[in-house]
């Protein structure tokens, strides 16, 4: 059983940048779809980005476009999430998400996803 850990975030602010991070306890992130989103309060939860299996792939929010980057690259089974240049609009508890697959398009539908982690608050002050 894949379980997924989150790292990072905390209080920063606006302009800042913060790096996210997923890593798979329990197992290998081969073959699983990765995806970012964030809850705000009172708020749905939205989708932030993307990445496919192989990591060839990548999708990314109109609201994040050009600040925040998925990356599969870097340390084994993790998914980084940078994001620069925030602001306080991007205040929200962040969630990894993963789902095992053999599509090499990425995922943007939150309910396709079935292996969660446990949220991570980011606060960008004004």
């Known amino acids: 059983q894949v379980y997924l850990i989150q790292s990072g975030g905390g209080l920063v602010q606006a302009g800042s940048s913060l790096r996210l991070s997923c890593a798979a306890s329990g197992g290998t992130f081969r073959n699983y779809a990765m995806g970012w989103f964030r809850q705000a309060p009172g708020k749905e939860r939205e989708f932030v980005s993307a990445?496919?299996?192989?990591?060839?792939?990548?999708y990314i929010a109109d609201a994040v476009k050009g600040r925040f980057t998925i990356s599969r690259t870097g340390a084994p089974n993790t998914v980084t999430l940078q994001m620069n240049n925030l602001t306080p609009e991007d205040t929200a508890v962040y969630y990894c998400?993963?789902?095992?697959?053999?599509?090499?398009?990425?995922?943007?539908?939150?309910?396709?996803?079935?292996?969660w982690g446990q949220g991570t608050q980011v606060t960008v002050s004004s």
């Open positions: 990445i496919s299996w192989s990591g060839g792939s990548t």
């Open positions: 998400a993963a789902v095992f697959t053999r599509s090499s398009i990425p995922i943007r539908e939150s309910t396709e996803y079935d292996l």
